[in-house]
């Protein structure tokens, strides 16, 4: 049996970066089952006719050329006493230590008829090929279930393939996790420009069908029905005439390690901040892995490829002998939704009152460039601070150009524990074609707008 002195059991962003950090300093292992490592947040774009597919793949290189082995396999079992993994054709390899990053999987809602023909989820390579051929085979309806980034940008692709899209999700407003409702009704009317059937509070309850999925039912009784008459009987034909594909969460991958001595949290694997699981050599990362919030300290989903990279990171370190804790998930994220470009950090005004904070927003709306300049756009922008200790919590912004660049700096004050006061001194650049007039600042308003609210 072959011994390595690091198995890392996953490989996409985590197990490429671990690789990447320590493939050239031990004897060390990544297994990755799949075909290939997928650039996810990609698909819908290939759905699109945006780009090829093969785009979308990594290469094994990124592992191979780190001096890493990449082993292709299905991990069967781990043997955690004898330091063993075992694989499907019963072959197998030891550990000194071991890195769990087996992510996640889309979660389906156990409803009546869920697993009828027509339901899936999405996130792998499989996944993309299926809803590409049943494209290709004439599919015209389909429901994506979640509201969320994924499900928006799979809604709007698809919608461009000429299928009719009906969005549900249970939320009263679009991208609930990210943006607050007033903040994301631009974007929810763009997606019902597009043609989209939105239906917002309201949950899937029940999918009906004999062999295929036929029916959907809401949750108000509302009825999306995909059958078309076939014979002269009026009995309906038993081919799939429609597809619901749940985006509405992940479930992290656990199933190796189902009855094993590894602790379970309701949100996955259980870290400390070094990413060390309870027991001794194993740790664990990315999406299987729970965690807690930055900000209040208390377990909150993480699942993103810009969390999973930075927990390799800090794992990495550690084996190193470096010794680097990891702060917390802030959980900053960006999506398009047709025309416009949004994204959040931190805690929404919703999830801040949720967590016992008693949160005082603020808002701004300026253009993208001078305003005398060709191709202006708006961009609205929404800060959230605790009003008790004055400390910005959460940040939002809808635009016409892309905000990741200034979401980055609303979750490094965040990090950092600035206060609304620390914002509103922010030190700004301009140029006519990148920024407003050098008289103001989106950030710097919304800042000041939260001081005024506290100080009067």
């Known amino acids: 049996m ?4 690091l198995v890392v059991i996953g490989g996409g962003p985590a197990g490429i970066t671990l ?8 004897k060390m292992a990544v297994i990755r089952p799949e075909d290939h490592s997928m650039i996810y947040c990609a698909m819908p774009y290939v759905i699109e006719g945006l780009m090829e597919s093969g785009k979308t793949l990594k290469k094994d290189s990124l592992v191979t050329d780190s001096g890493a082995d990449l082993i292709r396999k299905m991990a069967s079992s781990i043997n955690f006493s004898a330091k063993k993994i075992v694989f499907d054709d019963s072959t197998s390899i030891g550990w000194d230590k071991l890195i769990i990053a087996t992510g996640a999987t889309p979660f389906i809602p156990p409803v009546p008829g869920s697993d009828l023909k027509g339901v899936m989820g999405f996130k792998t390579e499989n996944d993309l090929r299926a809803v590409m051929e049943m494209l290709g085979d004439g599919l015209k309806r389909i429901v994506v279930v979640g509201a969320g980034a994924i499900g928006i940008e799979l809604a709007l692709a698809l919608k461009a393939r000429g299928a009719e899209i009906d969005l549900v999700d249970m939320a009263g407003s679009i991208l609930p996790n990210l943006l607050d409702p007033e903040m994301s ?5 763009e997606l019902i420009a597009a043609g989209i059937h939105l239906h917002l509070n309201e949950k899937v309850v029940e999918l009906r ?8 039912i809401l949750d108000k009784g509302q009825t999306i029905d995909f059958v078309q008459t076939g014979d002269c009987t009026g009995e309906p034909d038993s081919r799939l005439h429609g597809l619901v594909i749940f985006a509405a969460g992940m479930k992290p991958e656990l199933s190796l390690i189902k009855d094993s001595p590894v602790e379970l949290g309701s949100g996955g694997i259980i870290v400390n901040a070094l990413m060390e699981t309870n027991i001794p050599g194993v740790f664990a990362v990315g999406d299987c892995a729970q ?10 989903p993480g699942r993103l490829a810009t969390n999973a990279v930075p927990m390799a990171r800090i794992a990495a370190l550690n084996i190193l002998g470096r010794s680097r804790r990891y702060p917390g998930f802030y959980n900053g994220a960006a999506t398009k939704v047709g025309d416009y470009f949004a994204g959040g950090t931190g805690l929404t005004e919703a999830a801040a009152k949720a967590a016992g904070i008693e949160p005082v927003c603020g808002y701004s709306e300026l253009t993208t460039r001078f305003p005398i300049m060709p191709g202006v756009k708006k961009i609205r922008t929404k800060l959230v601070v605790d009003s008790e200790t004055r400390r910005v919590i959460g940040g939002q912004l809808v635009s016409g150009e892309p905000v990741t660049g200034r979401i980055d700096l609303i979750t490094f004050a965040i990090q950092k524990e600035a206060t609304v006061d620390d914002l509103a001194l922010l030190s700004y650049s301009a140029q006519p074609y990148q920024s407003f007039y050098p008289a ?3 950030i710097v308003l919304a800042a000041e707008d939260i001081i005024g609210k506290l100080d009067n």
């Open 2 to 5: 072959k011994k390595y002195g």
């Open 19 to 26: 690789a990447k950090m320590l493939g050239k300093s031990m």
């Open 185 to 189: 009704e631009q974007p929810g009317e």
């Open 209 to 216: 069908g004999t062999s295929f999925v036929e029916k959907v």
């Open 291 to 300: 965690f807690t919030s930055g900000i209040t300290g208390d377990p909150v």
């Open 440 to 442: 103001a600042n989106n």
